[in-house]
């Protein structure tokens, strides 16, 4: 009890730390935007049905698939943004940022012409009605990328109000646009809706890239030295790493399962999983505002054990709540939601809710451990992750086998990361005792 309680202080203290300066209106549009995009994916539920749900629902997969690699590149230039600044290196800055932007627009350029040209064999694969949605958003990548570094410097140089804006206009666009695309083919005879998601989806990505062109910088050099490109490169490898662990986790579940189920059952499945994955964004924030706190406490030399397994309770008690909530109101939460359409999901909610949660449990471990500069975790997150996709690739006769196959997986994974535990302070133990024992 009483380590809960200095959780939550310290989380108090982080809030009031928002409260006081320009974080406020991103801490703010974070959760604004993530609520707004919620939304739309429940109501879109609600108006298209399972079987065109399940074709927007890989749409939306796929964009936040695209957005790891972008956090990741946002991450990026955040840091060495952020590393310049400070120094008033504006040389090194032009250079970083210019280097940075060259390589992301081959890599966005590239990577969109090898989805055009398979276009035709995504359609195939998840049995769309049209190769259409998928030009359209391979078409904003190299879009969405440029504006993910410009949301890295606006991190770095502390211009969190631009940063704000950039979230609120990408979700504000996406939101109109979607919702009178949608509403206009509806109301003709439908068939189109998964094209309107998608141009909504595009729109999104242009205005947010308008609002955040960067200025032309006077630097006309694109290379960096040879020590900081070493650097950035182990820092983008470790950042990708950690970000296709997620990708894989998160979202090839719904990926295939709309390529080995019916159209019907493939949108009751995206329905579940966006109801169980609730957890795992429910206890997102828990991670992030305290793990920095570890960071300062190990450089300070201080104990910070007692936020690990603080925090892993928190995140434990409140997937074990969600747990509860879907086991016994599965029904109710089912037609508040997504309507008596997807009433057949209800029964496995709570299942998958078990999954999401030991998930989420495991993820304390690997963001505890990347604090402090071991990554050893992130592996098990990976392997995880390929493993969650051989599994299910050969697994799924129904529904249910596939949430097992998580359940099972993600049971293993947590187990994995409490010996790695486990074995770290043995080791650091006996380190300490032989230490003793030199100095006697």
């Known amino acids: 009890m009483h380590v809960i309680l ?10 009031k730390g928002l409260l006081l300066n320009d974080a406020t209106l991103l801490f703010a549009a974070t959760i604004l935007v993530n609520g707004g995009n919620y939304l739309i994916n429940l109501i879109l539920g609600r108006v298209l049905g399972p079987e065109e749900f399940s074709e927007v629902s890989v749409i939306a997969t796929g964009v936040l698939m695209l957005s790891f690699f972008a956090v990741g590149l946002q991450l990026t230039s955040a840091k060495y943004s952020a590393t310049y600044i400070a120094e008033k290196n504006d040389v090194y800055l032009d ?3 210019n280097w940075l932007s060259k390589n992301t627009k081959m890599i966005s350029i590239g990577l969109s012409i090898v989805l055009l040209l398979f276009s035709f064999q995504l359609q195939g694969f998840f049995h769309f009605n049209s190769f259409w949605p998928f030009i359209i958003i391979v078409v904003g990548i190299p879009f969405y990328f440029d504006f993910s570094i410009s949301r890295g410097l606006m991190q770095g140089g502390d211009k969190f109000k631009n940063l704000a804006m950039t979230y609120l206009i990408e979700m504000a666009i996406r939101l109109i646009v979607t919702f009178v695309l949608v509403l206009i083919v509806v109301k003709i005879d439908g068939g189109w809706s998964t094209e309107a998601v ?10 947010t890239f308008l609002y955040a062109k960067r200025p032309k910088s006077s630097e006309k050099k694109s290379t960096i030295e040879n020590s900081q490109y070493r650097l950035i490169k182990k820092f983008i490898l470790i950042i990708g790493v950690y970000e296709l662990s ?16 019916d159209n019907h059952e493939a949108g009751l499945y995206a329905a579940l999983a966006l109801i169980g994955r609730v957890v795992f964004f429910a206890t997102w924030t828990i991670v992030t505002l305290l793990f920095p706190k570890v960071i300062q406490k190990e450089k300070n030399g201080e104990s910070h054990t007692h936020l690990f397994w603080g925090s892993l309770l928190i995140v434990g008690l409140i997937g074990l709540a969600i747990i509860i909530a879907c086991y016994l109101l599965g029904d109710w939460i089912i037609q508040l939601l997504f309507g008596n359409q997807f009433i057949e999901a209800a029964p496995y909610l709570w299942q998958y809710a ?15 451990y990347m604090s402090l500069n071991k990554y050893l975790p992130v592996l098990f997150s990976v392997i995880a992750g390929l493993a969650q996709i051989i599994l299910i690739w050969f697994f799924h006769s129904q529904i249910l086998e596939v949430i097992w196959v998580q359940i099972y997986l993600m049971g293993a994974l947590f187990f994995v990361m409490m010996l790695y535990y486990a074995f770290n302070n043995l080791l650091y133990t006996k380190e300490n005792i032989e230490f003793s024992r030199v100095e006697m």
């Open 354 to 368: 078990c999954a999401t949660t030991m998930f989420a449990c495991a993820n304390v471990f690997a963001y505890y």
């Open 95 to 97: 250079r970083f940022i």
């Open 198 to 207: 998608s141009i909504g989806f595009l729109l999104s990505f242009i205005a």
């Open 246 to 261: 997620q990708i894989m986790i998160n979202n090839s579940d719904i990926m295939l399962v709309k390529h080995f189920f």
């Open 6 to 15: 200095c959780l939550l202080i310290d989380m108090i203290d982080k809030i």
